[in-house]
């Protein structure tokens, strides 16, 4: 099993958490973004710099996903194509999204995306807070825990 990152959105924070996490748990964690990143020291963790452009890191998080391994991401079409192919998808508030709730998320986000472009304003999530960091880091642990017996 892998993690990958969906970097480029992914706050610094939870970053933190999964550097310690992969370190701890020796799990391969590779950061996806279309900017340079720079990753602590390790032979666990290491970044993928993709080219600009829409969905460029998104579709090669899909292409090097295989079933079991975990994508951390926000974004739900994302999320839904990594859970048809067999891998997990946990969002930096530490919701794990799975093959019963990721349809419903689609729809709320189309709904959201609706709504937005006839020009209501819908604003956007609330900044992460400690809760959030902390539900994540759970999350998290909770998952490798069952996929690496640690």
Request: glycine fraction near 6%.
């Amino acid at each position: 099993m892998k993690i990958w990152v969906d970097a480029d959105a992914c706050p610094g924070v939870i970053k933190d958490i999964l550097y310690r996490a992969a370190e701890r748990t020796a799990t391969a964690t590779t950061l996806v973004a279309n900017q340079p990143l720079r990753t602590p020291p390790s032979r666990l963790i290491r970044s993928l710099q993709v080219s600009a452009g829409f969905d460029v890191a998104d579709n090669e998080i899909v292409k090097r996903t295989q079933p079991g391994d975990l994508v951390i991401t926000a974004d739900i079409p994302l999320a839904a194509e990594v859970i048809e192919k067999g891998g997990h998808a946990l969002n930096p508030r530490g919701e794990l999204y799975t093959e019963n709730n990721i349809k419903e998320r689609l729809n709320m986000r189309d709904f959201m995306d609706t709504l937005r472009s006839s020009g209501i304003q819908t604003g956007g999530p609330p900044a992460l807070d400690q809760r959030d960091r902390q539900a994540f880091a759970n999350a998290l642990d909770r998952f490798l825990a069952q996929r690496t017996g640690t």
